[in-house]
């Protein structure tokens, strides 16, 4: 594998489930990211992690609910969602949360909750 | 507010039919541009990073050019395969942005080139 990974690519849950988005970087980076991408909005950003630290929650709700266990894996927990909540979650990685910050994304999951 | 517009929305062009895409911003002060290629279905994959006015870059037929309110991708004698929804965005020099990575995203330009 190479670059950045998302699984699962689809998704599609009920309000009540309770599922987890997985994302691994094989690109020895030290910075990942979770963004959302909702059709005619701008990418936004969710939760930015640097060194398995959370450095950014960008007033997302609660319901999602992000874990970093080592610099090469992120992952997004996700519960009692709202059909608003339906997009594509897009995963990306730098070599640092700061100063060179090219972002390298992976594929994106689609999710729909129902 | 950090703010990142880029136009026209949608640009429909012959292929051959060389153009340009507008990312307009407004930022405190800018730490890095960068210009995104987006296939329908896929995630966003990086072309380039501008960090100063005047400063330029190439790859293929795509140059990225910078100045202090904007930034342009032009497209030289585009082909079908360049056809993509094009992201703009930018990293602002605040504190919070500079320590976290934060990228502000415009809305895209979908780009149709026709054979």
């Known amino acids: 594998e190479t670059g950045v990974t998302q699984t699962p690519r689809h998704l599609v849950m009920g309000m009540t489930n309770k599922k987890s988005l997985k994302c691994e970087q094989h690109l020895g980076h030290n910075a990942m990211y979770w963004y959302k991408q909702s059709a005619k909005k701008p990418l936004e950003l969710m939760f930015v992690y640097s060194l398995e630290e959370r450095v950014e929650n960008n007033s997302v709700p609660s319901r999602f609910s992000p874990e970093c266990p080592n610099s090469s894996h992120l992952f997004l927990h996700l519960h009692t969602l709202q059909p608003e909540d339906s997009a594509l979650y897009l995963c990306?990685?730098?070599?640092?949360?700061?100063?060179?910050?090219?972002?390298?994304f992976g594929p994106g999951t689609r999710l729909t909750v129902t | 507010e950090d703010q990142v517009t880029q136009s026209p929305e949608a640009l429909r062009l012959q292929e051959g039919e060389s153009s340009s895409l507008n990312c307009s911003y407004t930022v405190s002060g800018l730490r890095g541009l960068f210009w995104y290629r987006q296939d329908p279905g896929k995630g966003p994959e990086f072309l380039f990073t501008?960090?100063?006015a005047g400063e330029e870059k190439e790859k293929e037929r795509l140059k990225a050019t910078l100045t202090k309110k904007e930034s342009f991708l032009h497209i030289t004698a585009p082909k079908p395969e360049d056809s993509a929804t094009y992201l703009c965005?930018?990293?602002?020099?605040?504190?919070?942005?500079?320590?976290?990575?934060?990228?502000?995203f415009g809305q895209g330009t979908t780009l149709q080139v026709k054979p």
């Open positions: 965005a930018v990293q602002a020099l605040s504190v919070g942005s500079s320590n976290t990575g934060k990228l502000i």
């Open positions: 990306a990685s730098s070599q640092e949360a700061g100063r060179r910050n090219e972002q390298y």
């Open positions: 501008l960090y100063s």
